[in-house]
């Protein structure tokens, strides 16, 4: 079992919460540890002992006397070990290693081509990945790739897993790809088979708006037990996080929200075969189609936020009605799971017309009590909140306890 799959209440104090005191700083040592924990003097040197013979934590001298012997230091090693991460996305892919805090080390853009297969796509961005890790193609901060480098330097570090973000349904007990729109030829591709054959680490495959969600959560509502994190760009999706853990249900499909139909008249042909689905209502690909179709010239979505933030009348009114579109959808979300927060991320988060319009929507389809505490906002703008989640992936699975 992983810590994935253990309930909230015995996270506290599991080895990912110890370590991740460490390398944050607020805790340097056992007893720091036990007091945090609340477990005992003990239990907590068990388990850090446990992570130190892994090489996630060391031990870095002697810390101030408290009137007793010294106590000894805990620290986790410096380049020491880091895990890969690569959030693909249709026509770029976000690269990075973090360390075992989730902390981004370096991080660099790639244009990607989806259409030119798994094989082709996978296998670069794992030689990139490999490359990052062992000390190879470092780049500097602010780099006109979108790259940047923590202050950790290019050091490197020995590599524990991958994981990897996917633009389309993933059956995530095999880390196979099923029936994905608008990804040609990679429809039941074994992406962790393939990868294993490649890289000699543990390499973990999801949604990609899972991964948004885990990192999202992670780093801004760690201490809220129900979230739903939606990521509206060129397609749509969602993650949720249930007891404070990523939910995925049966089969990999919980949070999917983008074949949900809408009420549309005409409702648009979508991907999947069905009409009047969000994502052919409400997705960057959709709002560019209308825009075509009401003879609108603009090539991709950052042409339509373009003409959003210019007032151009036509885009706006696109923009609300998928606002309310996303809104009825996540109104039954709401209803049903009763969150805490809803955030938004994705290319689409910054369109402030759709925000309002989602928003709006929400507090006239939810019941009074389901809305009386809920946040409603946006996921923060990272670029590397997708690789954070998928590097949280991997840390979650280092760190398990066997």
Not at 26 to 44: F, M, W
């Amino acid at each position: 079992m992983t810590i994935d799959d253990a309930p909230r209440e015995a996270l506290r104090g599991g080895p990912r919460e110890l370590l991740r005191w460490v390398a944050t700083g607020a805790a340097v040592s056992r007893a720091d540890l036990s007091r945090l924990s609340g477990l005992s003097p003990s239990t907590v040197s068990q388990r850090v002992e446990a992570l130190i013979n892994q090489g996630l934590l060391e031990e870095a001298g002697a810390g101030q006397s408290r009137g007793g012997r010294r106590p000894r230091q805990l620290a986790v090693p410096t380049g020491g070990a880091v895990v890969g991460a690569i959030d693909l996305g249709a026509h770029h892919a976000r690269i990075g290693t973090l360390d075992l805090s989730g902390r981004v080390v370096q991080a660099r853009t790639l244009p990607v081509r989806i259409e030119d297969g798994p094989e082709t796509v996978l296998g670069a961005l794992l030689a990139e990945v490999t490359a990052l890790a062992s000390g190879g193609g470092a780049v500097s901060s602010g780099g006109a790739d979108g790259a940047s480098l923590a202050s950790g330097g290019g050091a490197a570090g020995a590599l524990r897993g991958v994981g990897i973000g996917i633009p389309g349904p993933v059956q995530h007990s095999t880390g196979r790809i099923v029936s994905p729109s608008r990804m040609p030829g990679w429809n039941g591709f074994d992406v962790a088979a393939f990868c294993a054959d490649r890289v000699d680490v543990p390499v973990i495959v999801d949604n990609d708006a899972n991964l948004m969600a885990l990192g999202a959560h992670r780093t801004a509502h760690a201490e809220m037990d129900h979230a739903v994190y939606i990521k509206a760009g060129t397609g749509i999706g969602s993650g949720v996080i249930s007891s404070g853990q990523l939910h995925r249900g049966a089969q990999g499909s919980a949070g999917d929200i983008s074949h949900c139909r809408v009420v549309a008249d005409p409702a648009p042909l979508c991907s999947c075969g069905n009409a009047g689905c969000l994502e052919a209502v409400a997705s960057g690909a959709a709002l560019v189609t209308a825009l075509r179709e009401q003879g609108v010239p603009v090539d991709d979505l950052t042409g339509v936020l373009r003409l959003i933030d210019d007032g151009d009348r036509h885009a706006t009114a696109l923009a609300r009605q998928a606002g309310r579109a996303i809104g009825e959808i996540l109104a039954v979300v709401v209803n049903f799971f009763n969150p805490q927060v809803v955030a938004i991320g994705g290319r689409l988060a910054d369109c402030e017309p759709l925000l309002a319009s989602m928003r709006a929507t929400l507090y006239e389809r939810c019941l009074p009590l389901a809305t009386q505490t809920l946040l409603i906002e946006r996921v923060a703008t990272s670029q590397d909140i997708g690789i954070t989640g998928a590097a949280h992936l991997v840390i979650d699975h280092v760190v398990a306890p066997a």
